[in-house]
């Protein structure tokens, strides 16, 4: 409208001034209907032909847009298993630090499995301990055993020696008897050195290896006890928690609630400019913005990224294929702007809906010595534009607020 209003001003008011001043025409005698169309034509014309040049020189380098919001990011609270809530440690809408407590599972299962596993771990250094007497034991046994196969050898060597004098002396099959026990209990100190042997690698290797197992499965408990206290991840504000005690909770299904991080919606703003300015938004460039949180206020603002995607041309693997007109509505290109100044955003809700304008720069090109004369014009002409768009700005900025008032109904 103000555009109309500027063109009309440079055309079609000149135009009537001559014809009612200078001519002396008047409204119901020569100035009818039919005689401001065919009087008026060429200003007509020319003012709409004006509008549309200078619309779209304003809305294609100086682009505009009332999809911009503070987005800010929110964390599920969710367990790692599945459980039934013991305790609730906060409110429905609560400040948290980060390691703060939120709620706590029914543990009883978790428990037992800790104190089993504790129980393993007293079990081996038991066996460990007795496998230390079976050693001491095993080794009086391996004494008592030489000491047997000493006193069977000794007596074999006197009676072969009495044979070897006197055949008649000493009986054949009594050589034979102490050679079998002499070979009994060369076995049974081999068996005692066997038995000591083994309680020597069951304390070396067994054993430890037993405790071991137990440890990490005490580790292992330990973690799953761990995961039915469910505590904050970082620090920020816990909102819409309903959780209480005696519900049960799913990772999968039901969260308990969410967590928004203190820093969500502090730093950035999301704007979606329309498609026709993909080739003219650029990294750098100045913007303006006001919200509806933050009214009467413009805040300076410069373009820090643009996304090179459009999201509503994403597809997802599925069983069904897509389809072109399955997209309504054209997607917008995302750009994300950053406050010029420190604490731009101080005073702006996260998720608020804000008006955001951009201005293209064509200062390097303008006082470029290879640009032409006509080329500068037209330049100049850009960055004048950028003026009235910056105006129209300040005019929604006092418009908004009470647009939003009137249809909250208030």
């Not at 100190?189 to 083994?198: C, E, K, Y």
Request: hydrophobic fraction near 45%; proline fraction near 3%; charge should be neutral.
């Amino acid at each position: 409208m103000l555009e109309l209003l500027i063109c009309s001003l440079l055309t079609i008011l000149p135009d009537y001034l001559y014809r009612r001043f200078v001519q002396g025409k008047r409204f119901g005698r020569e100035i009818t209907l039919f005689s401001v169309w065919f009087e008026l034509r060429w200003g007509i014309v020319t003012c709409a032909m004006l509008t549309i040049a200078l619309i779209t020189v304003i809305f294609y380098n100086h682009p505009s847009t009332t999809n911009a919001t503070v987005f800010f990011r929110t964390v599920p609270i969710i367990p790692e298993v599945n459980g039934r809530v013991a305790e609730v440690h906060v409110g429905l809408s609560q400040a948290v630090a980060k390691g703060d407590v939120l709620f706590t599972l029914d543990n009883k299962t978790q428990a037992a499995a800790v104190e089993t596993a504790r129980r393993k771990i007293a079990e081996a250094d038991a066996a460990l301990v007795v496998a230390k007497t079976d050693i001491l034991a095993n080794e009086g046994k391996i004494q008592e055993a030489r000491s047997s196969l000493q006193q069977a050898q000794d007596e074999l060597r006197t009676k072969t020696e009495l044979q070897r004098r006197n055949d008649a002396v000493v009986a054949a099959r009594e050589i034979e008897r102490l050679e079998n026990l002499v070979a009994g209990r060369e076995a049974a100190v081999l068996s005692a050195t066997a038995a000591r042997d083994t309680d020597q690698a069951q304390i070396a290797t067994l054993l430890p290896a037993q405790r071991a197992s137990a440890e990490a499965a005490l580790a292992q408990a330990e973690a799953e006890l761990q995961k039915t206290v469910v505590r904050a991840g970082f620090t920020g504000r816990v909102e819409q928690f309903t959780l209480r005690v005696g519900d049960i909770v799913n990772p999968f299904m039901r969260p308990a609630g969410t967590l928004i991080p203190e820093e969500a919606g502090r730093g950035r703003l999301q704007a979606g400019f329309n498609q026709i300015e993909a080739q003219v938004m650029k990294v750098g460039m100045v913007a303006e913005v006001t919200c509806i949180s933050k009214p009467w206020v413009i805040i300076p603002m410069v373009v820090t990224g643009v996304q090179d995607f459009i999201a509503a041309g994403q597809v997802r693997s599925g069983e069904q294929l897509v389809d072109a007109q399955q997209v309504v509505r054209p997607g917008t290109i995302l750009t994300f702007l950053e406050p010029l100044y420190q604490g731009g955003l101080d005073g702006v809700t996260p998720g608020s809906s804000c008006i955001a304008n951009a201005y293209s720069s064509n200062h390097d090109v303008i006082v470029a010595k290879e640009t032409g004369t006509l080329r500068r014009i037209a330049l100049h002409a850009v960055d004048a534009t950028g003026l009235v768009h910056a105006m129209l700005l300040r005019i929604q900025a006092l418009v908004l607020p009470v647009q939003s008032l009137v249809f909250s109904g208030h």
